[in-house]
């Protein structure tokens, strides 16, 4: 079944059963958890090409947003594709390939999570931005999601996401066409202001 989503609606909720399995085909969405005072985290950015839904209980245990407009998503029964990739060698290799993706993107944030700095976080989120493009890692870079999103990926106060980005451009390590466009001009030292410490990266 295809669904054609917009901006915020609910994919599923945490708690919902897993009835389906997801495929983002355009647009993107957001994977995220609530705590009990209403915090967010967003745990994962889904784009066209990344299998969602699936795990290892029988209910969700995240909730799943559209943030683009236009967002269509393939939902399939998880017990037919289930079978299927029982039968069929190619699909249960596709599923298990799209599987490790959504698993190496997670280790990619607790990476990035370990950043010590507020720069130094920005900077590797750009940098994965950048590299999971499907131009193959272009400097010019098209983030769907809100200046609110990244904050609440990076585990981060907007503002300090704001003032992070605002030192990148003042260095000319970037530069914005528009609030969600922006080209990097200076990777390699994208990549420096990644791996510094505080003091290093704080002092820019």
């Known amino acids: 079944m295809l669904l054609r989503l917009e901006v915020n609606d609910a994919i599923y909720h945490c708690g919902d059963p ?27 950015f889904l784009l066209p090409g990344d299998l969602f839904g699936f795990g290892a209980h029988e209910v969700h ?5 559209v943030i683009a407009p236009k967002t269509s998503i393939v939902r399939y029964p998880r017990g037919a594709l ?19 993706e959504a698993i190496v993107r997670l280790q ?8 010590t700095s ?3 976080r920005v ?10 493009g499907r131009e193959g890692g272009g400097a ?10 990244i904050a609440d990926y990076l585990a981060m106060a907007v503002e300090t996401v704001s003032r992070a980005l605002t030192a990148l451009r003042l260095r000319q390590v970037i530069t914005f066409r528009n609030t969600r466009h922006l080209t ?10 990644r791996e510094s410490g505080d003091e290093e990266a704080e002092a820019v």
């Open 123 to 132: 900077s590797a989120f750009l940098l994965e931005w950048a590299d999971r």
């Open 61 to 65: 245990c995240f909730s799943t947003e």
């Open 18 to 44: 897993v009835l389906y399995w997801h495929l983002v085909i355009t647009g993107a969405a957001r994977k995220c958890a609530f705590s009990w005072d209403g915090r967010r985290q967003i745990v994962d």
């Open 108 to 115: 990619t944030r607790t990476l990035i999570l370990g950043r």
């Open 140 to 149: 010019a870079i098209s983030l769907p999601m809100s200046r609110y999103d």
């Open 184 to 193: 990097i001009c200076d990777r390699r030292t994208l990549e420096f202001l």
């Open 118 to 120: 507020a720069l130094a």
């Open 82 to 100: 289930e079978q299927l990739a029982e039968s069929d060698r190619e699909v249960s290799k596709c599923i298990r390939e799209l599987a490790f």
